[in-house]
């Protein structure tokens, strides 16, 4: 317990909610209450937990509190649930004071507008609840996925040899965090340069995120690959284009991809284009101190100038070695390689 009476536990609420109670002694809560939620797994949570504090006799409340826009507003009704440190309404209207105040300016409108989109994709879950989780998505389209242990391997490890995608995944591995910017770049580059299951991008980013939501993670990843509503269907970011357009100097990718840090300016995102000796100036042997690109798309030359080598090209062509899926995964089949 911190001095301000909160208490902090690890484990399973259906478990830890009940058991607090008994410490705490008969009589002393008078009642439990949360947020509701929105997706299957997290109902069957609520369902636990109201059973458990009906089994101690204590009253359970809950409310929908986690989307700016209450959901009896909306033209569909549903009754799932929500929980959340601080309210987007709160947000909302600490914005909208500021704005009087002091200014309103872009910060102020985007703030608010990305809100949106967070309401957004938690509607979409309510909408289409296990859709959300389909293969096929809540377009229902049938895309034949790959499933390469070792492509995806590499993903997840920042070890990709591209060197945005790797710098963003390194810095999820690091802190659990990624910025929106990195979480549509290596999302698209998982779904359209790899072709790799959607799934299993989404379901290492739950594993990994320190703000992971289902609704919001989920959503956005069914909307990189191109089966959630997206009315653009073949959105792909350009891994070359993004890295310079927000990274030009290459200092965030020197951070986290400390191999690279002796490769100047921008010209990190292409090391692959480096002359040799411009490599092994910045002491980089690549496929040996730094992967080789696990591939290229044509698109990236465009941005890279005339000294991208396609010869650096070294896909892997592994068929794949899908192992069993997690015990905890969201997916009713199997063959998600992890
Ligand atoms: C593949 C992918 C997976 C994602 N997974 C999650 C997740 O698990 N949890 C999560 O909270 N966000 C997720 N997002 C959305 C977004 O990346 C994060 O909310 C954002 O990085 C948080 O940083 P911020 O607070 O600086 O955002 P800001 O840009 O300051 O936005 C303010 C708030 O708006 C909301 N928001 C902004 N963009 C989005 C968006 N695209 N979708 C939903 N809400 C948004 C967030 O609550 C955010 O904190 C994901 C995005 C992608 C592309």
Sequence with gaps: MVSNGLIIRRGKPEV???????????????????????????????????????????????LWGHTLFHRDDLPFSAKQLAIGCISP????????????????????????????WRDYFRFVALKYGNRLFYLSGIQGKHIQWKQDKKLFEAWKDGRTGVPFVDANMREMAATGFMSNR????????????????????????????VDHDVCSNYGNWLYSAGLGNDPREDRKFNMV?????????????RLWV??????????????????????????????????????????????????????????SQSSGNPTQKASTTRFGNPAICK
Excluded at 22 to 47: I, K, M, N
């Design 241 to 253: 284009k993004q890295g310079l357009d927000y990274d030009p100097q290459g200092d965030y990718v």
């Design 89 to 116: 309404r709160q947000i909302y209207h600490e914005i909208k004071r500021y704005e009087k105040e002091r200014t309103s300016n872009q910060s102020t409108y985007w703030v608010i507008f990305e809100l949106l």
């Design 182 to 209: 990195g979480r549509q770049n290596v999302a698209s580059f998982l779904t359209k340069d790899l072709k790799l299951d959607w799934r299993l991008g989404a379901e290492w980013f739950e594993s990994m995120l």
């Design 258 to 315: 400390p191999e690279l840090k002796d490769v100047a300016g921008g010209s990190v995102h292409t090391v692959w284009t480096l002359s040799n000796s411009a490599l092994s100036k910045a002491d980089v042997s690549l496929g040996e101190t730094y992967p080789n690109p696990v591939v290229i798309a044509p698109e990236w030359a465009r941005h890279a100038g005339k000294t991208v080598h396609y010869a650096a090209i070294t896909l």
């Design 16 to 62: 830890v909610i009940p058991e607090i109670i008994q410490q705490l002694g008969p009589g002393t809560v008078q009642a439990v209450t949360f947020q509701e939620e929105a997706t299957s797994e997290e109902l069957d949570v609520e369902a636990g937990v109201r059973k458990a504090c009906g089994q101690c006799g204590v009253k359970v409340q809950s």
